[in-house]
């Protein structure tokens, strides 16, 4: 297992995004993608957290099953949202018995539609790595939000909180978006404030429509019209997504082609458009 400081350091890593599933038919499922996914020889993978601690214990035994069960490095996420330092000096805990030492601090998102989340101790993802970076041996890792995060006041606050919020921590991985100019626009403006960390782009594949569109609007990047039209009137599920994996290749090898230091997939639990991308990119599937 490894750190994935060390990893970024040694080279372009890849990675993959999992959620915790919620019943035994998506446990399955999500057990066959890992094992087809692992063939890929992903650098790591990572395990979503339910702001509030709603999947607290699911996603731990998502990322301890893949710490135990794979050869593969988990990294597990975690949010700010209703906790207090004692509770996430306890989940640490947990994970570093578990030998588990990547964490991504999130700020976290309030429950759609659910119960106002407790206190927290914790204002923002900054303050959750500051703590985590006291506690020894974790690799910490941050979000970054290339079309300005949708809460942040203005694009040079939201730079300025993100260039902070990396400067305590290893590396950033992003919020999906669909243009690569996005991305290198956010590294540039990091780098006039001085921070230079590794900066992995987030990678979605749109293979639904209706999701993704749903997804932009929650998460503020924005889904753009020539790729509206790209897609067309189709309904055809499988039209979609052999256009949104065409889609999602041409922006990876952009990326690539521009230096970035790593891709991360939202798989949303399965492995098809990942391996598919894989393949068009010309990386190693065995
Ligand atoms: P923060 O860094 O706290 O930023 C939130 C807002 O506060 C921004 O607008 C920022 O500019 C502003 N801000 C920061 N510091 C200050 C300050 N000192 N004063 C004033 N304003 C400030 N959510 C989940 O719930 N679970 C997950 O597992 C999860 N995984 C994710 C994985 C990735 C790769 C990404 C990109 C996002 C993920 N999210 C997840 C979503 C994330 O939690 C939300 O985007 C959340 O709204 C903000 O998180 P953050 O870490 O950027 O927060």
Not at 25 to 39: D, F, V
Not at 150 to 156: E, F, H, I, V
Request: with cysteine.
């Amino acid at each position: 297992m490894a750190r994935i400081a060390d990893l970024l350091a040694r080279g372009r890593t890849f990675s993959f995004e999992f959620f915790p599933p919620k019943t035994d038919y998506a446990q399955l499922t999500l057990g066959r993608t890992i094992a087809e996914l692992e063939s890929l020889a992903p650098s790591f993978v990572s395990v979503t957290y339910g702001a509030g601690g709603s999947t607290r214990a699911r996603t731990h035994a998502v990322v301890e099953w893949v710490r135990k069960e794979t050869h593969i490095t988990p990294m597990a996420h975690l949010t700010c949202t209703a906790h207090s330092r004692a509770e996430i000096d306890e989940i640490l805990a947990n994970y570093t018995a578990a030998g588990v030492e990547n964490i991504l601090a999130l700020g976290g998102d309030p429950p759609v539609g659910g119960a106002e989340p407790g206190p927290s101790d914790y204002s923002y993802a900054l303050d959750l790595v500051e703590h985590i970076a006291g506690s020894d041996g974790f690799s910490v890792g941050v979000a970054a939000h290339p079309e300005v995060h949708p809460r942040s006041t203005d694009r040079a606050n939201d730079r300025r909180h993100l260039a902070e919020k990396l400067r305590r921590a290893d590396f950033a991985i992003t919020q999906f978006f669909f243009e690569a100019d996005h991305y290198f626009r956010m590294l540039d403006e990091l780098s006039a404030l001085g921070v230079d960390k590794p900066v992995i782009p987030g990678i979605m594949p749109v293979t639904n429509k209706n999701q993704v569109r749903r997804m932009a609007e929650l998460s503020g990047a924005a889904f753009p019209k020539w790729l509206a039209e790209r897609i067309g009137d189709s309904t055809d599920e499988a039209e979609v997504a052999k256009i949104g994996i065409e889609v999602a290749t041409e922006l990876c090898s952009a990326l690539l082609a521009g230096g970035a230091p790593g891709l991360h997939f939202f798989t949303m639990n399965r492995s098809t458009a990942t391996r598919d991308i894989y393949e068009r990119l010309g990386l190693p599937v065995s």
